[in-house]
């Protein structure tokens, strides 16, 4: 079984049900791992004291199956799980042999009223 099919059926086990919005084009649901990050050394994930009050900015890895391209996506696209909206901030492709196996990236939550 190829390796990319593999840790799509992994994902549908272990991952939650997402789907991608860009502009009016909308995706069918799949499976991906939504994990939140913590603060390290290089990015700044605690809250912000603002002029109008704190504000949380709150950071997640991604991870997805090889069949939805996250790299196509504009920068304005979203990704919805569980009725909460996210954006992307950082996209990557994981190859072995030149061919995909998954997609990674950082997920910023999109906080509205």
Do not use: C
């Not at 791992?33 to 997640?60: C, H, M």
């Not at 950082?90 to 061919?99: D, F, G, Q, R, S």
């Amino acid at each position: 079984m190829n390796r990319a099919y593999k840790v799509k059926y992994g994902l549908e086990k272990t991952g939650r049900k997402v789907f991608l919005k860009d502009g009016n084009w909308v995706s069918p649901p799949f499976y991906a791992v939504i994990q939140p990050r913590w603060k390290n050394n290089k990015s700044d994930f605690e809250l912000k004291e603002t002029e109008i009050g704190v504000v949380s900015a709150d950071y997640y890895t991604y991870i997805g199956p090889f069949h939805h391209n996250i790299l196509s996506l504009s920068d304005n696209a979203e990704l919805y799980a569980d009725g909460i909206k996210y954006m992307f901030r950082k996209k990557e492709a994981i190859k072995l042999e030149n061919k995909v196996l998954y997609f990674t990236g950082i997920l910023r939550k999109i906080w509205e009223e």
